[in-house]
């Protein structure tokens, strides 16, 4: 067990460019889940993935935003546009099985700062 | 819909202190409750769970328990150790959310003196 693993850990962008943040999540892991967590506030669910499948996406999710997950494995969530209201820690978490009992698993987040 | 009130913090004190950190859910179904842990420039790592009523969480000295009653899932610890600053996050799952996204409190930050 490995852990969930984020790429970058930080990014530093101009508003007005594209970004894209990686996630690896635990091996066997097959749901995927993408937060945003800004300073002082708890994380908010962005979007959820079981294997390849996006299922669900949240309001929070613009049309600038999209995730995916290719092969059931990896995910990349792409920011495009970027503005400053984008600058927070980006998290991903990942969980196995069935049910809302399962834990979730988190990686250590990409923080993107907007200039 | 669901969400999760904490405590507001922060909370300071001082070593071997008994700590308290309140958590309040509101949930459509019967959801799993969880407290995770975040340490500086980290994510976030789960410290205890339960996942029916009367149910007891523990792990390192911590202690919840799922009371449906007053649906509440307090966080505590008999005697802290400064290696227990960090924020603690309250959340829950509910099984009636097709993607059993978690809604997370906002957070509570402790610092413990030597």
């Known amino acids: 067990d490995t852990g969930v693993s984020q790429d970058p850990r930080h990014k530093i962008t101009k508003r007005g460019q594209n970004v894209t943040f990686r996630c690896d999540p635990i091996?066997?892991?097959?749901?995927l889940y993408w937060y945003r967590q800004t300073l002082g506030q708890g994380p908010e669910f962005l979007t959820y993935?079981?294997?390849?499948?996006?299922?669900?996406k949240s309001r929070l999710l613009s049309d600038r935003f999209s995730a995916e997950r290719p092969k059931g494995s990896f995910s990349t969530l792409e920011i495009q546009r970027t503005e400053q209201g984008d600058s927070a820690m980006y998290l991903c978490?990942?969980?196995?099985?069935?049910?809302?009992?399962?834990?979730?698993?988190f990686g250590d987040g990409t923080r993107l700062s907007i200039l | 819909g669901d969400s999760v009130t904490q405590m507001e913090g922060p909370v300071t004190l001082s070593e071997e202190a008994f700590l308290t950190i309140n958590c309040t859910y509101t949930a459509t179904g019967y959801p799993s409750l969880f407290w995770y842990v975040q340490y500086p420039g980290e994510g976030l790592q789960l410290l205890l769970k339960?996942?029916?009523?009367?149910d007891k969480g523990s792990n390192k000295g911590f202690e919840a328990t799922y009371r449906k009653e007053t649906t509440s899932f307090h966080l505590e610890k008999g005697s802290v150790q400064v290696s227990d600053s960090a924020v603690y996050f309250c959340a829950l799952s509910d099984p009636t959310n097709t993607g059993n996204q978690f809604y997370f409190g906002t957070g509570t930050s402790l610092t413990v003196i030597p």
């Open positions: 091996s066997e892991h097959n749901r």
């Open positions: 993935f079981q294997n390849e499948a996006q299922l669900e």
């Open positions: 339960a996942t029916k009523a009367d």
């Open positions: 978490a990942s969980s196995s099985g069935q049910g809302s009992n399962q834990p979730q698993h």
